[in-house]
């Protein structure tokens, strides 16, 4: 069952579910989601003179990444093709009985801009900022604003509440993320790393994907 702005203030007001800061929750709760405001911190991809990005070679990530932080007078452009990772200003815990789905705003999407790549999904049990995959598929750039609304956030409620939820006890990755994350799939069981088995199952907004990438930037979450 998919949660409507009643359901949600229900959640929100109860406390297990958590949106914070909310600053306007009479325009940021939607008929059935809520809206997400964009942070101020970006991980932009460099392009750098390397053959290939091995994925456990977490030094190769880190150096393939730099990060951005705008004023929040000021602006960034996402440029046509530009891929980089933003953050959520919003905060988010989501309950042991739901799962949130990132999706971006219909008014984004009419300018070419796309919210995530695969990881849609913030698994229950989830805290943190998700972290957003933003794309610009149109032709022209796009100027991007701390604080304007890019995403959504819709809340699906789980036939039974998760055994195994998001979290330390199965190793999950970005649990906590404060800001945009890089890769860590470093730390998954098929590439040596000491994540436990069994996390990767289900997405980032940015962050489809779900287990431990949720939020990635859904993500975890969150993304």
């Given at each position: 069952?998919?949660?409507?702005?009643?359901?949600?203030?229900?959640?929100?007001?109860?406390?297990?579910?958590?949106?914070?800061?909310?600053?306007?929750?009479?325009?940021?709760?939607?008929?059935?989601?809520?809206?997400?405001r964009?942070?101020?911190q970006?991980?932009?991809?460099?392009?750098?003179?390397i053959?290939?990005?091995?994925?456990?070679?977490?030094?190769?990530?880190?150096d393939?990444?730099?990060?951005?932080?705008?004023?929040?007078?000021?602006?960034?452009?996402?440029h046509?093709?530009?891929?980089?990772?933003?953050?959520?200003y919003e905060?988010?815990?989501?309950p042991?009985?739901?799962?949130a789905?990132?999706?971006?705003?219909?008014?984004?999407?009419?300018?070419?801009?796309?919210?995530?790549?695969?990881a849609?999904?913030?698994d229950?049990?989830?805290?943190?900022?998700?972290?957003?995959?933003?794309?610009?598929?149109?032709?022209?750039?796009v100027?991007?604003?701390p604080?304007m609304?890019?995403?959504?956030l819709?809340?699906?409620?789980?036939?039974?509440?998760?055994e195994?939820?998001?979290?330390?006890?199965?190793?999950?990755?970005?649990?906590?993320q404060d800001?945009?994350?890089?890769?860590?799939?470093?730390?998954?069981?098929?590439f040596?790393?000491?994540?436990?088995?069994?996390?990767?199952?289900?997405v980032?907004?940015?962050?489809g994907?779900?287990?431990?990438d949720?939020?990635?930037?859904?993500?975890?979450?969150?993304?």
């Amino acid at each position: 069952m998919i949660l409507s702005d009643a359901d949600i203030t229900e959640r929100l007001d109860g406390g297990d579910l958590v949106v914070e800061p909310l600053d306007d929750p009479d325009l940021q709760v939607q008929p059935a989601s809520v809206d997400l405001r964009l942070g101020a911190q970006f991980l932009e991809f460099q392009h750098a003179n390397i053959p290939c990005i091995h994925p456990n070679a977490e030094q190769e990530v880190d150096d393939y990444v730099s990060e951005t932080v705008v004023d929040p007078d000021q602006e960034f452009i996402l440029h046509p093709g530009d891929f980089v990772l933003g953050t959520t200003y919003e905060r988010v815990e989501i309950p042991d009985d739901l799962i949130a789905h990132v999706q971006g705003r219909s008014s984004m999407g009419r300018l070419a801009v796309v919210v995530h790549a695969t990881a849609g999904v913030v698994d229950p049990g989830y805290r943190g900022q998700i972290t957003l995959e933003l794309s610009n598929l149109g032709t022209a750039p796009v100027a991007l604003t701390p604080g304007m609304r890019i995403s959504q956030l819709i809340f699906t409620e789980l036939k039974t509440p998760a055994e195994r939820p998001y979290g330390s006890e199965r190793g999950s990755k970005y649990q906590d993320q404060d800001g945009p994350q890089a890769s860590r799939i470093g730390s998954d069981s098929e590439f040596g790393g000491d994540q436990l088995a069994g996390d990767d199952g289900s997405v980032d907004a940015a962050s489809g994907r779900a287990g431990s990438d949720a939020g990635d930037d859904a993500g975890g979450g969150g993304r």
